[in-house]
């Protein structure tokens, strides 16, 4: 591999504006995408990306400065989808919701592929590593904001730290599809759930919830 290409440089490139010039920018992305998943960052180089998808090296070049160009590209629009997603506190059954939430964002990353480099991306490239933390920290603030409104409408329990709580909350969200890995069974989302909602909630404001949620059904 060439120093060009170890390196892992440069800033997003300006899209194309032609149609065609934008059709070969697309199978560059979509080649460089599957290869990443299946090879590693590591393992994939700008020509093999070319290769992939059917135009010469120079046309790889042309877009890109380089592969990390590429996959910044392809995760300009992705990082948040890649953090843990932000519950609704409010609601009549917030275990449900947020089981819901959390199914739905494992299923995202599992389309995706692209959360299997991150440990890769993380220990060598220090600019990802601050743009995933700064994604992170916005998540947190929202999250954070929710737990604070909860808290301020009585529904919390009150000598709960929420910075703490917040930080558990994204530490059992983020990690709970590897569950597997861990544990050696499935993943029940409904299982984190209720355990993120016991964290948060007193048994008698769940209660009230669900009993919300069935007189509202019945109305």
Not at 51 to 56: D, K, N
Not at 101 to 112: G, Q, S, V, Y
Not at 121 to 135: N, T, W
Request: charged fraction near 30%.
């Amino acid at each position: 591999m060439s120093d060009r290409e170890d390196q892992l440089v440069g800033e997003f490139p300006q899209i194309p504006k032609q149609e065609r010039a934008q059709i070969k920018r697309d199978l560059l992305l979509k080649s460089g995408h599957e290869l990443f998943i299946s090879k590693g960052f590591e393992h994939t180089t700008a020509k093999e990306i070319a290769a992939h998808a059917g135009v010469a090296t120079g046309t790889f070049y042309r877009y890109f400065s380089d592969k990390r160009q590429l996959l910044m590209s392809l995760l300009e629009n992705q990082i948040e989808m890649l953090m843990p997603p932000e519950p609704k506190w409010g609601v009549s059954n917030p275990e449900s919701t947020l089981a819901s939430l959390l199914e739905l964002h494992d299923e995202r990353l599992k389309k995706m592929g692209m959360q299997r480099l991150v440990p890769e991306l993380l220990a060598k490239d220090k600019e990802f590593a601050e743009v995933l933390q700064s994604a992170k920290r916005k998540i947190f603030t929202r999250i954070l904001s929710g737990l604070k409104r909860a808290y301020d409408n009585d529904l919390t329990w009150k000598d709960l730290d929420l910075n703490t709580v917040t930080w558990s909350v994204m530490i059992l969200a983020e990690h709970a599809h590897e569950k597997m890995k861990q544990c050696g069974n499935q993943t029940d989302y409904r299982e984190v759930a209720k355990v993120i909602c016991r964290l948060i909630f007193p048994p008698e404001v769940i209660k009230q919830l669900r009993t919300n949620e069935t007189l509202t059904k019945e109305e």
